[in-house]
């Protein structure tokens, strides 16, 4: 079995997450509030991290080391979920989608001032390619722009500061650490801030499936996603992972009957070829 058919096996893996937690988000979304929605997902996932990790014998790399930093990337990542959570319940899932995958173009942004990596012109021209594409799915004047492209559009990068707060703590902290602050530090924000009016709702027994399969299927997606891109490099990888959209837009028209847009698929071609081009002159061979 290639390389590259075992990453698009595992890649496969991802985009069913993806796509599974965003049904199941809209299905939870008629009950639950987004905060309630993070606050049970953590519970799911504190419980298999410690499984998980505990079977592995890796609960002793949980250290208090970069708490601050920490705190810091499940903050960004706590916004950027929540308000994920909110724009699949009030714009079309491929929109969401699309304007998701713009999280490399922020990183490309963001990297010069928090990880001191510098701005090239290939990399300036990848992130003008993703905002044209962002102004295309979104088209700001128009009758059909909706204040969900907006939280979709902030979500993105709050997913984007994750993953940049990510990779510092990648230098230090293994990946059993950083997942189990991930689910713990979330569970206390999702507490704090479902519980600020003095009313959790309780799920419903139709509910509870629903989260734990949010919870299983938000951790599965990035282990998927992480483990294609160990085996293949990621010029193999992205393109897989942009399968993603049209399954969503087949989903939400199936389900949901959503109207398949053209513009939204046209800004993402644009949103993609950005972020590819930026990983093929990244990983291409060098001249001697």
């Known amino acids: 079995m290639s390389d590259t058919f075992k990453a698009a096996l595992w890649m496969s893996g991802a985009i069913l997450s993806f796509s599974s937690m965003a049904i199941a988000g809209r299905a939870v979304s008629f009950e639950l509030d987004t905060f309630e929605i993070m606050m049970y997902r953590s519970f799911v996932g504190v419980v298999i991290v410690l499984i998980v990790a505990s079977l592995a014998g890796t609960l002793n790399q949980v250290s208090r ?3 601050g930093l920490h705190l810091f990337r499940n903050i960004s990542h706590f916004a950027g979920q929540n308000l994920w959570f909110y724009s699949i319940t009030v714009i079309p899932l491929a ?15 963001l990297s010069p001032l928090f990880l001191g990596e510098r701005l090239t012109p290939m990399r300036a021209l990848a992130a003008l390619l993703g905002f044209i594409g962002i102004l295309i799915v979104a088209r700001p004047g128009v009758g ?6 907006v939280t979709a559009a902030i979500a993105a990068i709050g997913f984007a500061g994750s993953i940049i707060l990510t990779k510092k703590l990648t230098r230090t902290a293994t990946i059993t650490c950083i997942l189990f602050y991930l689910t713990t530090m979330q569970a206390v924000f999702g507490i704090l801030f479902a519980g600020f009016d003095l009313d959790i709702a309780l799920p419903s027994a139709s509910s509870v499936p629903w989260l734990i399969l949010i919870g299983c299927a938000g951790l599965l997606a990035h282990y998927c996603l992480t483990t294609a891109l160990s085996i293949a490099p990621a010029t193999v990888v992205v393109p897989i ?3 993603r959209l049209p399954a969503i837009a087949i989903i939400g028209m199936l389900l949901y009957e959503e109207p398949l847009d053209i513009f939204v698929f046209l800004g993402a ?10 990983i093929w002159f ?3 061979p060098q001249k001697a």
């Open 269 to 278: 071609v644009l949103i993609f070829g950005g972020n590819y081009l930026n």
């Open 241 to 243: 992972d942009f399968i």
């Open 95 to 109: 929109q969401v989608f699309a304007l998701e995958f713009t999280s490399p173009i922020w990183v490309l942004v």
């Open 144 to 149: 059909t722009f909706h204040h969900g492209l």
């Open 282 to 284: 990244e990983t291409r």
């Open 65 to 67: 080391d970069k708490l």
